[in-house]
């Protein structure tokens, strides 16, 4: 197994934050959430981390050599990170997604150790990590069965108040195995690009497979353990107060 973390983004609503770091360099208590995520990795025992940078891409990188992470890393640079999207990070690292069992990962989150460990733990094929939503929470939703199952997706802008009690929220971290890389996802995401283009996020993709036959993708809900991604210094001075 391996990971792919995606963090080529600029993070503008950090604004003086992110002035001289990247987004993931931020720091919540003490500790960047980079640092965070990648100790925690690094005791998995991962053929290798990949991660797509972007926004001052050589900083973060001397940045993430300097913290003396054991597994092998790979970087890839997102050279027009400013004018894509997430679904433009992923493509131009696809062909890690054909090789191995991949933890894919967004790098502007928080989470509580073992939240990352528990996925790829997960005994089942292919999942993607979910949380019942809070009014907190923004982006894409999902509806579940009792076994799991995908069972509608809701993008953010297809929100319905009434219904909200019986949304859950993707956290993004998603575990895909090799085959479901190989047969579903990364065809997909490939042929979505050629119709939405660059400026897309690579969740629709999932939206599109759920309903698919024979696909393997399950929801892993969350039991209470704690998580956050920020995206502006509120989310920050929330996720230092959740974290403390």
């Known amino acids: 197994m391996q990971a792919l973390i995606l963090a080529a983004g600029m993070g503008k609503r950090l604004k003086e934050y992110t002035e001289n770091n990247t987004k993931c360099m931020v ?131 297809k929100f319905c108040e009434e219904e909200k009690s019986e949304y859950y929220k993707t956290v993004n971290m998603y575990k895909f195995s090799r085959g479901f890389s190989t047969k579903y996802y990364v065809p997909f995401m490939e042929a979505y690009r050629k119709a939405m283009g660059d400026n897309v996020y690579y969740e629709s993709v999932i939206g599109i497979i759920r309903s698919l036959e024979g696909q393997t993708l399950k929801a892993r809900r969350l039991n209470g353990e704690k998580w956050y991604e920020i995206d502006n210094e509120n989310d920050l001075r929330a996720a230092s107060e959740l974290f403390k």
């Open 27 to 157: 720091k919540v208590n003490g500790v960047s959430l980079i640092e965070r995520m990648l100790r925690e990795l690094d005791g998995l025992e991962l053929q290798r981390i990949i991660i797509v940078t972007g926004y001052k891409s050589e900083l973060l990188k001397g940045y993430i050599e300097s913290l003396g992470v054991k597994t092998p890393l790979v970087f890839v640079e997102n050279k027009i990170y400013d004018t894509t999207n997430n679904i433009y990070s992923l493509f131009i690292a696809d062909k890690y997604l054909l090789e191995d069992d991949t933890l894919l990962l967004e790098s502007d989150l928080i989470t509580e150790h073992g939240v990352i460990k528990g996925l790829a733990e997960d005994e089942r094929d292919s999942v993607a990590l979910v949380d019942k939503y809070d009014d907190w929470m923004d982006g894409t939703c999902l509806k579940l069965d009792e076994n799991d199952n995908i069972i509608d997706f809701i993008p953010g802008k």
